[in-house]
């Protein structure tokens, strides 16, 4: 069965770039689905990021595109959120989770998360 | 974007409860709405896809109906485990958005 598992630096200073992988086991990236990022500030609801399909293809949340990159390693097997010029506002439980598809598409399974917190 | 609007934000119930939750799109979505489960300090799990369809291992007390733009879900007999967050999620357009969140709680 399929687990994401994700992961990062916990702590990244404002206007800095947070970076975070989520590692993908018992399936293959390249073979099919996409692969997705939402975060979740705390005490508050989801947010969808982006999404990156099996052949490379990536879909941004419009309000964060101009900051976000998703890319993806298929030799690690795992993929990774980038996010450029962090603020107060971006501290959340960051989750990887599964895909089916863009349209039509639910989240299914979710890695248990990383909390990525932007303080000076 | 679709905003997704959730009812109530919060309830009390018992065990045992039939229970309803309710969740309106802000413009016709068909039948794109999945719901998930979140207990604290966990990550979300799927329940309920394309409105009505069980996602496997999830037990037959949770039901989901509606189309265009309103949704339910109920749980027909609370069960001590089922006390916590849910959320609905339209995948009729990117972005995917989700409701803000139903916590359901023990009266």
């Known amino acids: 069965q399929v687990q994401l598992q994700a992961s990062g630096p916990g702590l990244v200073r404002p206007s800095e770039t947070l970076s975070l992988t989520c590692a993908v086991s018992d399936y293959s990236i390249s073979t099919g689905y996409y692969w997705a990022w939402i975060r979740q500030p705390p005490g508050k609801g989801l947010q969808w990021i982006g999404s990156?399909?099996?052949?490379?293809?990536?879909y941004f949340n419009p309000s964060l595109k101009s900051r976000v990159t998703i890319s993806r390693d298929t030799s690690k097997n795992l993929f990774s959120l980038r996010l450029m010029s962090v603020t107060a506002s971006d501290t959340a439980m960051y989750y990887c989770?599964?895909?089916?598809?863009?349209?039509?598409?639910?989240?299914?399974?979710w890695g248990p998360g990383t909390l990525a917190t932007v303080s000076s | 974007d679709i905003q997704m609007t959730q009812s109530p934000s919060s309830l009390s119930a018992s065990v045992g409860d039939r229970v309803t939750i309710a969740c309106r799109a802000s413009?016709?979505?068909?039948?794109?709405l999945n719901w998930y489960q979140q207990k604290p300090g966990k990550a979300p799990n799927l329940l309920i896809y394309a409105t009505s369809i069980l996602q496997t291992g999830v037990p037959s007390r949770f039901s989901g109906s509606g189309s265009g733009t309103d949704f339910t879900l109920t749980i027909s007999s609370l069960q001590p485990e089922d006390f916590t967050t849910y959320y609905c999620?339209?995948?009729?357009?990117?972005?995917?958005?989700f409701g803000g969140g139903t916590k359901v709680e023990i009266k």
């Open positions: 989770a599964r895909q089916p598809s863009v349209k039509g598409g639910w989240f299914d399974p």
């Open positions: 999620q339209q995948s009729y357009s990117t972005p995917p958005t």
């Open positions: 990156i399909f099996h052949n490379g293809n990536s």
């Open positions: 413009q016709n979505i068909g039948n794109y």
